[in-house]
């Protein structure tokens, strides 16, 4: 499993926080801790969430800042619901409007082209996928009967559902926006976006748990008291909890993809690597590789191919030797071995160069354009195309008596990696330090 995927799913298990508290906790506190959570505790998720938002912006991304605010308004009106008093709307019918509208606002706003921030005619498109809250909450407060008949239509015989069955076609409908989405900036929050659905879901399915008993007992006061008393609840600040940490984690993790990966091959930049070597001591290996022939390639075939040939080498390097490699520059990559000696460090990218070696590439036609499609359809595609070799030559080298720092460690690992290209390229060459010389591994 990846280590996004793994990301994922601990996303996903803190979101069943909410649900597992409804299970084993009372819904509310006593009067003194909901006093407490409902004037205290939401200050910080309003901060944690504007914060994301702030985040959002300084990323040139309209979409991400409009959907962080519009988490925000609904924490404030959950927390707050008596702000919606004029309205006449009532706790269940706040519930029943934010889950059937934020996921099918959602899905609107990210099926909308990403234009540049503060763009009037994008702003206008991004407030018209404010309309199912529109129309919701208008039909909630002035047609009721149409609105049950809308939010209570019978999608599929499912009794028991506190939640209404078009808050669950919302939700599909999201997730079908989320799997088509391919911004690759947008689309790491947009997942994230649709975990969080499982906290506020499980948040507002509690709150109704609340309501419906307090509706059936007291007609009369039945409404207002369950505006004072549900939103406050131990779920609710759950949720928003967990919401606000998820997409913190998310916003900062984006930070530093940016920051210290390389954009075209997905693994770690020269930054990182800087970083990383900053500190190194002990024992460890360092391994300079270079993609043998690029240049002539990229002069054959054209950048583009040459850009898919150094995805396709980043791609293997990671999925061999992990986090521990690093693009250089240009078509030069580097990997670091900490706690690993030299011998061992040469059995690691070895086995690389052999793989590489061994695998298929093919150029497709001059001027098709590659199209995202199921991995057999493009493997039969591809056999239409040119098979070309792609090699790596690799110089090792590990700290010696001499060597002072691991930027020396480098200086002879770059030596190796000359000696292999002059000794005929698609190689690894050790080079041994304390003897001033080279010795050749194929």
Not at 57 to 75: A, D, E, H, P, Y
Not at 99 to 115: C, G, K, N, V
């Amino acid at each position: 499993m990846s280590k996004t995927a793994k990301t994922y799913l601990i996303y996903a298990g803190l979101g069943l926080i909410p649900a597992f508290l409804y299970k084993l906790l009372p819904t509310t506190l006593d009067g003194e801790n909901i006093h407490f959570l409902t004037h205290s505790f939401p200050y910080p998720l309003y901060m944690g969430l504007a914060l994301v938002g702030f985040l959002c912006f300084k990323l040139n991304q309209n979409r991400l800042l409009f959907s962080v605010l519009l988490l925000l308004g609904i924490c404030f009106l959950l927390f707050n619901p008596l702000t919606l008093n004029f309205l006449d709307i009532g706790a269940k019918g706040l519930y029943y409007v934010v889950a059937m509208s934020f996921p099918l606002t959602l899905a609107i706003m990210f099926s909308i082209r990403e234009t540049r921030p503060m763009d009037l005619p994008n702003f206008g498109r991004l407030l018209s996928s404010l309309i199912p809250f529109i129309v919701l909450g208008y039909l909630v407060t002035r047609d009721v009967p149409l609105f049950s008949k809308i939010a209570f239509f019978k999608i599929l015989p499912v009794k028991g559902l506190l939640l209404p069955q078009l808050a669950f076609v919302s939700l599909a409908i999201f997730g079908v926006v989320i799997l088509l989405q391919r911004d690759r900036i947008v689309k790491p929050f947009l997942r994230v976006l649709g975990i969080t659905m499982i906290p506020l879901m499980g948040a507002i399915w509690a709150g109704l748990g609340l309501i419906e008993p307090i509706l059936k007992e007291n007609k009369g006061a039945a409404l207002q008291l369950a505006v004072e008393s549900s939103f406050p609840s131990l779920q609710l600040v759950a949720a928003f909890t967990v919401i606000c940490g998820i997409l913190l984690h998310t916003i900062f993790q984006m930070y530093w993809h940016r920051v210290y990966v390389d954009e075209l091959t997905d693994i770690s930049n020269r930054r990182a690597l800087d970083e990383r070597l900053s500190s190194m001591t002990g024992e460890y290996a360092i391994a300079m590789m270079d993609i043998d022939h690029f240049k002539d390639f990229n002069d054959t075939y054209g950048h583009d191919e040459g850009d898919n040939v150094l995805r396709l080498v980043g791609g293997l390097l990671s999925e061999e030797l992990g986090d521990n490699v690093y693009r250089y520059g240009g078509e030069e990559f580097c990997a670091v071995f900490k706690g690993v000696s030299g011998e061992d460090a040469y059995m690691y990218v070895n086995k690389v160069r052999r793989k590489l070696e061994e695998r298929d590439f093919y150029i497709r036609k001059p001027n098709s354009k590659r199209e995202h499609t199921s991995r057999s359809h493009r493997k039969k595609k591809k056999r239409n195309g040119k098979k070309v070799q792609v090699t790596i030559s690799i110089g090792l080298a590990s700290p010696g008596r001499k060597t002072k720092t691991a930027g020396d460690v480098i200086k002879l690992a770059d030596l190796a990696l000359y000696q292999a290209k002059k000794k005929g390229r698609n190689r690894v060459v050790v080079w041994e330090v304390d003897n001033k010389k080279s010795s050749t591994a194929v």
